[in-house]
């Protein structure tokens, strides 16, 4: 860029970041397409022909012993863990804007040891040693789209939309009339999500970012087996539009 245009960019009180060997303004040109200009910019966040690489995991635990409530629910014993670890690459093939690839390995431990209701004189039940192990591996390709908050290039919103195949198993054990039953299933699955999020710099070139889903398809197939016996293949599908707090993602990026 000449000289003399930066300097009237400048006055004009418009910032100038050097990408390369390119000098571009901090603030990206969107078209308007006739709409009410509210005055709010999209500023530089990250430049195209930057890669991505990054990793996102959680871990859960929750346990309780000899819980009471209200005189109805007793005895209850029960614990559950969950964890999932998900790396993924991307690359910035426009300024904002990233496509990427996804690995994820998940697994949910759920064990009732014991639990007894008593709601009425004619109703209540025990329940004792149940079950439920899942483990799940995928792979997602995914398009983030950013839109900068401020002129330092740290404050980020994001929209991302997600292709993801799943593939996993399940085992499900409970008694039935005194004798152990167990079911094993596999299945497959595809989701297409939407999970807006924010993305902040840590570190010149560390982010954290944090994502939820909000809305989501899905189609699964899964075959299952009760102690040796087949009892077929089922299929499912769906979709869903709400605030979901057990789908938050946290993670930390590294931009090169």
């Known amino acids: 860029v000449p000289q003399a245009v930066i300097e009237q960019l400048e006055t004009d009180d418009v910032d100038l970041v050097i990408v390369g060997n390119d000098t571009i303004s901090i603030i990206l040109p969107e078209k308007n397409y006739g709409r009410y200009d509210r005055g709010i910019f999209a500023y530089l966040f990250v430049p195209k022909g930057q890669f991505s690489f990054g990793l996102q995991a959680s871990y859960g635990e929750i346990s309780t012993d000899d819980l009471q409530m209200l005189n109805l629910i007793s005895n209850l014993n029960f614990s559950a863990k969950s964890y999932s670890v998900k790396p993924h690459m991307s690359y910035f093939y426009k300024h904002n804007k990233e496509v990427g690839v996804r690995f994820g390995l998940s697994s949910t ?132 539009f709400k605030f979901n707090l057990f789908n938050l993602n946290m993670g930390v990026s590294v931009y090169l």
């Open 109 to 240: 431990d759920f064990d009732l040891k014991s639990l007894s209701a008593d709601i009425m004189d004619d109703i209540s039940f025990d329940m004792r040693d149940v079950a439920y192990k899942t483990k799940t591996t995928s792979v997602s390709v995914f398009r983030r789209s950013y839109i900068g908050l401020d002129r330092g290039r740290r404050f980020a919103l994001f929209n991302e939309v997600a292709l993801r195949y799943d593939r996993g198993t399940g085992t499900f054990s409970r008694l039935y009339n005194d004798e152990p039953k167990e079911t094993k299933s596999t299945g497959n699955a595809f989701r297409l999500d939407f999970s807006p999020g924010m993305c902040v710099f840590i570190q010149e070139k560390v982010a954290f970012n944090v994502s939820f889903g909000i809305f989501g398809w899905y189609w699964k197939r899964e075959h299952q087996v009760t102690n040796g016996v087949d009892e077929g293949t089922f299929s499912s599908s769906g979709a869903n």
